[in-house]
């Protein structure tokens, strides 16, 4: 009996870890660029305050909050939520050094979100090729139709999850 407790925890540590390298990193990469966005803008609007503190960078590193984009949607996970959340910490933005501070900050708050959006009409586009690339499926067949609770459904709603 004990071989089949060893059998069943060793499938719940592949679920586990499938789910964090296949929604995780979509998750990891949707913060990131979301939060160089925002300095971006930022950035080119006058404001060099993200750029100088050194978090213009793609290092998912730079933009780790622990709490936010570690321990809660690690929790979310376990859990079993059926969705996740997350965020990064936030670029600094110091609207005084904008030029015009009260229209740039319109664009600088809508450009997370943006990237948010292409990023998941990135992933869509990208996981639409390569299901086409291994020949013609039904699309309800597919782990990744939005009828279906299978991963790519939920790298997608990653990319959304920090708008």
């Known amino acids: 009996m004990d071989h089949i407790h060893i059998a069943s925890g060793m499938a719940w540590l592949v679920g586990i870890g499938t789910?964090?390298?296949v929604v995780g990193i979509p998750m990891l990469l949707a913060v990131t660029f979301h939060e160089v966005a925002h300095g971006a803008v930022a950035d080119r609007f006058g404001d060099p305050s993200a750029r100088l503190s050194g978090r213009l960078t793609l290092n998912p590193l730079a933009h780790v909050d622990p709490f936010g984009t570690i321990l809660l949607p690690l929790m979310m996970i376990l859990l079993h939520t059926g969705f996740l959340f997350g965020y990064a910490k936030p670029v600094p933005i110091t609207p005084e050094?904008?030029?015009?501070?009260?229209?740039?900050m319109v664009f600088v708050a809508l450009a997370g979100p943006l990237s948010n959006l292409?990023?998941?009409?990135?992933?869509?586009?990208?996981?639409?090729?390569?299901l086409s690339w291994g020949g013609e499926?039904?699309?309800?067949?597919?782990?990744?139709?939005?009828?279906s609770s299978g991963w790519g459904s939920r790298s997608m709603s990653s990319s959304l999850s920090s708008i």
């Open 137 to 147: 499926r039904s699309p309800e067949s597919s782990p990744f139709s939005p009828r």
């Open 19 to 21: 789910q964090l390298l």
């Open 118 to 130: 292409l990023q998941a009409f990135l992933y869509m586009s990208l996981l639409h090729g390569l």
């Open 97 to 104: 050094n904008l030029r015009h501070p009260r229209r740039d």
